[in-house]
């Protein structure tokens, strides 16, 4: 097998690595770039669910680093659709001519640092061998969908579906009876869609959660133009490291009328600004149950049967500790004739039969002509752990991060070296708009990897001291707020015998720390082939 050499290798099309790719490409260097998928878009290319679009505002789901694409592309709504984002995607690929950069329907396999000569080597399921200087991760936080392993699954004579896997070719539900698995944002994204349809929608709930009305609407030229007299205040809010949630007033600096005007005035804009709505919402208990009881009264005011209704609140975790659901009448489809909630906490499924799913004890069977899985992903670190990536001695990723994913910063793990992670663990990623995060880790990168040219460096790696002080302090900063208090996929729950550990860092001024750690001559990474550190330090512009 043929060796090609590169000078960097990038992991992933999506919005991570297209724009990863398009900075390596201006820093001069050459690079292959690889993705399983048949064309760009990542998230957007996979999830092509009925229903599936952003539930961050368009106008800020967006890339910020191209003022050309900014002026030249147009969003039709608030909250696009997956065909919309995607075709976002593919323009600014065209525009940027980066699709010529990779190697489609091709999955990276390994990735194997060689210490004596200083590279990687990567290898594909499609023969594929290439070495390069730098290894670069874009490969997704929310990109390894996961099958839930109820048993029997193969047996089904019906059509079976992930949400995360969807086809591309058009897949109807007329008039047949449909069975959605799991209640997350997918499904209940997918549910109200598939519903209007179907002859019969069986939603299968094993814990019910918290969403909020998007009230999807057209952008108007006025939407356009309040987009951009705000647009400065919004680019200082991401330069500041706010996740773009602007945040409310504290529970006890207002009385019992005001708060609820503000969850009233929140649930009537819609969207997930809602968990902006008292400034200490995600680190208050009181405040935060403040904030779920109005989310759970209008659940009992939107749905007509108080049996259903009941079934529906959430009642296991603080809102916004799980990722809040965004939907377009989700709890109204329950008023529909041809829906049903399967409320699995009275019998959970036994198994996937030939004609449909079972539950146990009740020995109760929902004939069904489809299945829908909407059972998530192994989130944050799967994509990751899914490749043989190996550092310093050969030690492994997958053995480093048995107790847990550990990272300096989300973008560097200690022993690989110019090894890089779009958004990784550790990083706010998940818990952020995460087309800005993708953009701050993209040009961290780069500054750093001109560095290391201009300073005549070899290589980098996270220092193990460094490391273990980083995951310590996204652990702090996780245990100050309410989100540890959830069984969620932030702390890998949703995938049994994955180890418990609260994944994104909440702890604030995420950017600004990442700048200093640079422009102090990379404090807290080992490089080699360098000068002192009296010599390396920068001034950033
Ligand atoms: P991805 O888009 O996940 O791309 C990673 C790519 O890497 C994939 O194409 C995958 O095929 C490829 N890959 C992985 N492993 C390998 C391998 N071994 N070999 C080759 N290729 C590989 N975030 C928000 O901020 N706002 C939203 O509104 C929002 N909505 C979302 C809706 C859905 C349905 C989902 C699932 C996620 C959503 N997210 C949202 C999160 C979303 O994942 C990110 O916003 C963003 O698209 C991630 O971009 P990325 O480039 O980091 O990763
Ligand atoms: O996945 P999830 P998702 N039997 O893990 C259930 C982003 N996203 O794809 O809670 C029965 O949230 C499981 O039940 P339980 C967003 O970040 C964004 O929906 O484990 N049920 C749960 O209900 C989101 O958080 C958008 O008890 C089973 C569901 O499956 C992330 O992607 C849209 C089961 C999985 O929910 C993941 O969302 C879509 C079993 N054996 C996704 N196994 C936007 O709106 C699992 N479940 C922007």
Request: with cysteine; hydrophobic share 40%; charged share 20%.
């Amino acid at each position: 097998m043929s060796t090609d050499a590169v000078d960097a290798v990038v992991v992933g099309a999506g919005f991570g690595g297209l724009y990863m790719v398009h900075r390596l490409r201006q820093l001069g260097m050459t690079v292959q770039g690889f993705d399983a998928a048949g064309g760009v878009g990542g998230t957007w290319y996979w999830n092509r669910y009925p229903g599936a679009r952003c539930d961050i505002p368009s106008l800020f789901y967006s890339y910020t680093w191209s003022a050309e694409v900014q002026q030249e592309w147009r969003w039709s709504e608030k909250y696009a659709a997956q065909p919309e984002i995607l075709a976002y995607a593919e323009f600014v690929a065209e525009k940027y001519d980066l699709k010529r950069a990779f190697a489609f329907e091709t999955k990276v396999t390994s990735a194997v640092w060689d210490e004596a000569a200083r590279h990687w080597t990567v290898t594909t399921d499609r023969g594929h061998r290439v070495s390069a200087r730098f290894c670069i991760m874009a490969t997704g936080c929310l990109s390894m969908p996961r099958a839930p392993g109820i048993p029997g699954e193969d047996n089904f004579e019906g059509r079976t579906f992930h949400t995360g896997t969807w086809p591309h070719e058009p897949v109807t539900f007329e008039g047949q009876k449909v069975a959605v698995i799991g209640t997350g944002s997918s499904a209940i994204q997918s549910i109200t869609e598939i519903a209007k349809t179907a002859h019969h929608v069986y939603v299968f709930q094993r814990t019910p959660n918290f969403s909020v009305p998007a009230r999807n609407a057209p952008l108007t030229e006025q939407d356009y133009a309040a987009f951009w007299e705000q647009y400065p205040a919004y680019r200082q809010m991401v330069l500041e490291g706010t996740a773009g949630i602007a945040g409310g007033s504290p529970f006890r600096s207002l009385t019992a009328e005001q708060q609820r005007a503000r969850f009233e005035e929140l649930w009537n804009i819609g969207g997930a600004g809602y968990l902006g709505a008292l400034a200490d919402l995600l680190t208050n208990p009181i405040a935060n149950d403040a904030a779920a009881n109005f989310v759970r009264e209008k659940i009992r005011d939107i749905v007509k049967d108080p049996d259903v209704a009941e079934a529906l609140l959430p009642d296991d975790h603080p809102i916004g500790a799980k990722r809040i659901c965004v939907d377009t009448g989700y709890y109204e489809v329950f008023n529909q004739e041809n829906v049903t909630l399967v409320n699995l906490r009275k019998a959970p499924i036994e198994a996937i039969t030939r004609a449909g799913v079972r539950l146990q004890a009740q020995a109760q069977e929902y004939p069904v002509d489809a299945v829908v899985y909407a059972t998530g992903f192994d989130a944050m670190t799967g994509a990751l752990l899914n490749i043989d990536i190996r550092g310093e001695g050969g030690f492994s990723l997958s053995e480093g991060w048995r107790d847990g994913p550990k990272t300096y910063l989300g973008l560097q793990v200690a022993g690989f070296p110019n090894f890089f992670t779009i958004t990784g663990p550790g990083s706010p990623s998940v818990l952020s708009n995460m087309i800005s995060s993708c953009e701050q880790h993209v040009e961290w990168i780069t500054d750093c990897l001109a560095w290391l040219d201009a300073n005549g460096v070899d290589a980098i790696a996270a220092d193990p001291q460094a490391q273990e002080d980083w995951v310590r302090n996204v652990n702090e900063a996780a245990d100050q707020t309410l989100f540890p208090k959830a069984n969620s996929w932030y702390i890998g729950a949703n995938i049994p015998g994955k180890p418990r550990v609260f994944m994104p860092y909440v702890g604030g001024h995420y950017r600004q720390i990442c700048n200093t750690v640079a422009a102090d001559g990379y404090r807290g990474f080992r490089l080699s082939g360098s000068a002192d550190r009296a010599s390396r330090r920068v001034v950033r512009t």
